[in-house]
Each structure stands twice: as structure tokens, then as C-alpha cells.
T-cell receptor
Framework: EDQVTQSPEALRLQEGESSSLNCSYT??????LFWYRQDPGKGPEFLFT???AGEEKEKERLKATLTKKESFLHITAPKPEDSATYLC???????????FGQGTTLQVKP | DSGVTQTPKHLITATGQRVTLRCSPR?????VYWYQQSLDQGLQFLIQ???????AKGNILERFSAQQFPDLHSELNLSSLELGDSALYFC??????????????FGEGSRLTVL
């Protein structure tokens, strides 16, 4: 069964304190792994797509990496505005659907 | 603003009732996806339509149905509502039938409360 597991469920950081979020997955015929950000009361917002092991993508203070079994979202010197829930998703096989993990809720304190 | 419009934003109803949620995709997008988000289940894929035709089906209950109209807007119909149906329902859209980039544009959701 296709599955996505994210850890930790919640993470509290001080402003400037770098850390990483984990997304482990089991999926048949992975077409891509995706990271989204969701703010309270809003819909998810697309961040990155990773297609193959070893691939990396960067956007401001965020960097996403991918191995054959997991992905990491590294947050460097976070700011309070980075506080949000970060969702990982995979696209299995030849379908258009995304399977999401439960998310990691990040809180960055000033 | 993602360009995806969902109505209503909030809906409170009673068990056993039926409701309809509406979604207008981004201009030019042919695919519409429906997701349910609850605290214990996270974001669960319900169903996808592409240019009016059903393309993929997820964990959608038989009490739920959806359709996409010729103008590409979509409706999700929820009937015989139960307390457990209380959730945020998101609509998302994309240009392609199968989005290789994984970039879906989500609306702000319809919050359904069943009392």
C-alpha cells in the first residue's frame, strides 16, 4: 500500500535555529515527491517537486532532498514567517492523484 | 491567491442532510481534484475529473458524488451526512490530466460542520 510518513509531527525552533523535517515513503512506481506548505485556514501551497534520488531543490531558506526511501526538508536559519505545516506527498504509478503525509507543524519563535 | 474558488467557505448542517460544495478551477486548468482534510486523517484524495470525465478515484464514500461541468467547474455532493463527515474539503486544479510536476493549485477550502 502506498504510504507517506512524516516526522516529527510538530517542531518548535528558535529563530535562526536550523533543522530538518523527514518524509519517508513506500510507493509503487514513484512519479515524483512533492513538498507543500499549508498556513492555518488556507489550502496547501506548492513548494518543490523531486523526481529521482540525489536530486535537490532550493527556495530561500528551504532545501529539499530525495533518497530512494525518504526526503528531507532542510530549513536554514528559519524566521517566524516560516511557521506553517509542511506536507509531503507522492504520486504513485500512472495516476494524477497525490498521497499526502500527515504533515509537520513548524513553529519558529522570535 | 491560487485562482481556485470554493464556495461556501463555511457550512453547518445536521446529520442526514445533503450539501453541495462548489469549485471553480484556475482559468485554463482542465483537472479538478477533491480532497478531504480532517484532524485524524490528514489530506485524503477523494476524486479527480479531467475535462468533464472522471480520471481517478480515491477513498470516496458511496454517499459522496462529484461531477465536472462543461464550463469546468465542479461540484461535490455529500448526502446522508454523518458527524464524521465534518472536515475541510479542498478543491485543487491543474492544467494536465496527470500532473508530473505535482503542482496542484488549492482553493481555501469549504469547512463542513455536521451537528
Amino acid at each position: 500500500e502506498d504510504q507517506v510518513t512524516q516526522s516529527p509531527e510538530a517542531l518548535r525552533l528558535q529563530e535562526g535555529e536550523s533543522s530538518s523535517l523527514n518524509c519517508s515513503y513506500t510507493v509503487s512506481g514513484l512519479r515524483g515527491l512533492f513538498w507543500y506548505r499549508q498556513d492555518p485556514g488556507k489550502g496547501p501551497e506548492f513548494l518543490f517537486t523531486l523526481y529521482s534520488a540525489g536530486e535537490e531543490k532550493e527556495k530561500e531558506r528551504l532545501k529539499a532532498t530525495l533518497t530512494k526511501k525518504e526526503s528531507f526538508l532542510h530549513i536554514t536559519a528559519p524566521k517566524p514567517e516560516d511557521s506553517a505545516t509542511y506536507l509531503c506527498a507522492v504520486s504513485p504509478g500512472n495516476t494524477g492523484k497525490l498521497i499526502f503525509g500527515q504533515g509537520t507543524t513548524l513553529q519558529v519563535k522570535p | 491567491d491560487s485562482g481556485v474558488t470554493q464556495t461556501p467557505k463555511h457550512l453547518i448542517t445536521a446529520t442526514g442532510q445533503r450539501v453541495t460544495l462548489r469549485c471553480s478551477p484556475r482559468s485554463g486548468d482542465l483537472s479538478v481534484y477533491w480532497y478531504q482534510q480532517s484532524l485524524d486523517q490528514g489530506l485524503q484524495f477523494l476524486i479527480q475529473y479531467y475535462n468533464g470525465e472522471e480520471r481517478a478515484k480515491g477513498n470516496i464514500l458511496e454517499r459522496f458524488s462529484a461531477q465536472q461541468f462543461p464550463d469546468l467547474h465542479s461540484e461535490l455532493n455529500l448526502s446522508s451526512l454523518e458527524l464524521g463527515d465534518s472536515a475541510l474539503y479542498f478543491c485543487a486544479s491543474s492544467v494536465a490530466e496527470r500532473s508530473n510536476t505535482g503542482e496542484l493549485f488549492f482553493g481555501e477550502g469549504s469547512r463542513l460542520t455536521v451537528l
